[in-house]
């Protein structure tokens, strides 16, 4: 199972960015989708969650991040407005996944997407 994250880059404060991320490989079923993100000299921390019947958010994004998922896909969103210098980190998705019925399920990362955020 392999998770693909794109869509990072860099923009101003105030703008916006969508980031993506594609689950790929054999796949039987997907439970949670996340996004992390870890800043320079800081411990990665939570930013969003995404299951079938709820969404989670870190204080500090709530109102302005919003997490989707296109189960078709095996794809899960983050976007991102009213970006501030702060969210400035590496952005990494993960998914909780279950490659045959009878196994458990496992959480897969994926490489990260830079975010930058300029004042």
């Not at 392999?2 to 916006?16: C, E």
């Not at 039987?28 to 996004?35: A, K, L």
């Not at 019947?53 to 078709?72: E, H, M, Q």
């Not at 590496?90 to 300029?118: F, I, R």
Request: net charge positive.
């Amino acid at each position: 199972v392999q998770l693909q994250a794109s869509g990072g880059g860099l923009v101003q404060a105030g703008g916006s960015l969508r980031l993506s991320c594609a689950a790929s490989g054999s796949i039987f079923s997907i439970n949670g989708m996340g996004w992390y993100r870890q800043a320079p000299g800081k411990q990665r921390e939570l930013v969003a969650v995404i299951t079938s019947r709820s969404t989670s958010y870190a204080d500090s994004v709530k109102g302005r991040f919003t997490i989707s998922r296109d189960n078709a896909k095996n794809t899960v969103y983050l976007q991102m407005n009213s970006l501030k210098p702060e969210d400035t980190a590496v952005y990494y998705c993960n998914a909780d996944v279950k490659v045959l019925p009878q196994m458990p399920e496992y959480k897969y990362w994926g490489h990260g997407t830079q975010v930058t955020v300029s004042s």
